[in-house]
T-cell receptor
């Protein structure tokens, strides 16, 4: 499907730091989904956003649905080693998912 | 969240044989499931959309006779890789579309690692 523009592509962070990544699109989405994928596993849904302007938290994760409906960001606060992985944004586009290219997060202890 | 399972998690087969992978939505009904393929360090590539009770729709470049999809019930879709060859070795992931309460979400299975010798 259509690619979403996700940045950064990768990041190295210190344990305890906050992490932020975002996705943008040239098209409007009615839903934004954030997933995390660990090596050798399928993506796991972290947060689902359904309303423009919505700010939703899941533990140390916070995500927002941009008011233009063309962007979303994901924040991870106080990162820990198990936050390592690849984070994908996604949005349904005519029921198929469009994906961002992913943000690879590596945490330095 | 909802749970999607895949079986087997890992399979090794000889070239020329067929392999069937199952995808089940465990706690919700899914009229639509999706099959993806993922190469190392790359994003998921959609192969086909599996529709309960009707034929699957395939993405451009995906051979429907090579990758047979059957979605016989609201909780089960199967992908059969026919006459597998080493280039079919990959990580195959399914997802199931959940539209409960009018809100659309997709839940992914844990993936199946296929190695064709």
């Amino acid at each position: 499907g259509q690619q979403l523009n996700q940045s950064p592509q990768s990041m190295f962070i210190q344990e305890g730091e906050d992490v932020s990544m975002n996705c943008t699109s040239s098209s409007i989405f009615n839903t934004w989904l954030w997933y995390k994928q660990d090596p050798g596993e399928g993506p796991v849904l972290l947060i689902a956003l359904y309303k423009a302007g919505e700010l939703t938290s899941n533990g140390r994760l916070t995500a927002q649905f941009g008011i233009t409906r063309k962007d979303s960001f994901l924040n991870i606060s106080a990162s820990i080693p198990s936050d390592v992985g690849i984070y994908f944004c996604a949005g349904p586009n005519d029921y198929k998912l469009s994906f961002g290219a992913g943000t690879t997060v590596t945490v330095r202890a | 969240g909802a749970v999607v399972s895949q079986h087997p998690s890992r399979v090794i087969c000889k070239s020329g044989t067929s392999v069937k992978i199952e995808c089940r939505s465990l706690d919700f009904q899914a009229t639509t499931m999706f099959w993806y393929r993922q190469f190392p360090k790359q994003s998921l590539m959609l192969m086909a959309t599996s529709n309960e009770g009707s034929k699957a729709t395939y993405e451009q470049g995906v051979e429907k006779d090579k990758f047979l999809i059957n979605h016989a019930s609201l909780t089960l879709s199967t992908l059969t890789v026919t006459s597998a060859h080493p280039e079919d070795s990959s990580f195959y992931i399914c997802s199931a579309r959940d539209v409960a309460g009018g809100q659309e979400t997709q839940y992914f299975g844990p993936g199946t690692r296929l190695l064709v010798l």
